[in-house]
């Protein structure tokens, strides 16, 4: 389970990133008293524009960056407490981390692996597995900095994968893959839950949260707007698709913040 309670993130802005972002303030709320629950079996997803706050939500829980304010569980460890325990229960992956470009899949599978404490028999039977799901034994032996996107994105998750963690944490997993990749992946997401994994997942295309998560909260601006099933969102909105729905949800919040202003 995946408990994160009143999550709030706020950066610091030099003035350089003040003129970026065309703003006076030297304060950027990248997340605002964010709280959700995701639990054990299911794909849960976090869905919203960019620049929302869902990747810097992601790692925060994954312990990447520490939040401002309020805490996060994550299968009973507070990520600031208990920050090794979360890092060996998940498997996280992200845009902003990239494999090193020098070495080969292969290499930093193992590399990875034995970080984990996955040896031998172990280590190799994982790899026979992921290697052959996500057809990488082709450019196993290929330097990261030769491999196309798509190979590229295979090779991450499989070695966030290595240690067969229980949770599963993954931002924009099919962002710039082909239609054919991207299916690769999300199908893996689904074996995953039926394993019995958590799946956390952020993304901002419609259809995949659509078809893939058993429950969407939807975040505009840094802050939950709302959360549910498909078919809740989609009654509260009174609207057929995700797309419409979400867009129901934004010119909510657009119109408050015009208000706000007034």
């Known amino acids: 389970m995946i408990e994160i309670q009143n999550l709030t993130k706020v950066y610091k802005l030099n003035k350089k990133q003040m003129e970026e972002n065309k703003t006076?303030?030297?304060?950027?709320?990248?997340?605002?008293?964010?709280?959700?629950?995701?639990?054990t079996g299911e794909i849960y997803g976090i869905l919203g524009p960019n620049g929302a706050g869902k990747t810097t939500?992601?790692?925060?829980?994954?312990?990447?960056?520490?939040?401002?304010?309020?805490?996060?569980?994550?299968?009973?460890?507070?990520?600031?407490?208990?920050?090794a325990a979360v890092r060996k229960s998940i498997g996280f992956l992200t845009t902003d981390i990239k494999?090193?470009?020098?070495?080969?899949?292969d290499y930093?599978?193992?590399?990875f692996g034995h970080l984990h404490g996955i040896l031998g028999e172990e280590l190799k039977a994982r790899k026979e597995e992921l290697f052959a799901y996500f057809e990488i034994k082709d450019f196993a032996h290929k330097k990261i900095k030769e491999l196309s996107t798509g190979m590229k994105q295979k090779a991450a998750i499989a070695v966030s994968l290595v240690h067969?963690?229980?949770?599963?944490?993954?931002?924009?997993?099919?962002?710039?893959?082909?239609i054919i990749t991207a299916r690769n992946v999300t199908d893996y997401l689904k074996k995953l839950k039926k394993d019995g994994k958590l799946v956390l997942l952020s993304t901002?295309?419609?259809?995949e949260a659509e078809k893939l998560c058993d429950r969407i909260a939807i975040v505009i601006g840094g802050s939950k707007v709302a959360e549910g099933t498909l078919k809740e969102l989609l009654?509260?909105?009174?609207?057929?698709?995700?797309?419409d729905?979400?867009?129901?949800y934004y010119k909510e919040q657009q119109g408050g913040m015009t208000d706000e202003r007034d």
């Open 235 to 243: 009654t509260e909105t009174n609207t057929m698709n995700l797309e």
């Open 108 to 111: 930093l599978f193992d590399f």
């Open 99 to 105: 494999l090193d470009p020098q070495f080969s899949v």
């Open 204 to 207: 901002h295309i419609m259809a």
């Open 57 to 83: 939500t992601l790692r925060c829980l994954a312990t990447l960056i520490k939040p401002t304010d309020g805490k996060i569980y994550v299968g009973g460890h507070e990520v600031q407490e208990d920050s």
């Open 24 to 39: 006076k303030n030297p304060q950027k709320i990248a997340v605002n008293n964010l709280s959700l629950t995701a639990n």
């Open 164 to 178: 067969n963690p229980d949770i599963i944490v993954f931002d924009e997993p099919t962002n710039g893959l082909d």
């Open 245 to 248: 729905a979400f867009f129901e």
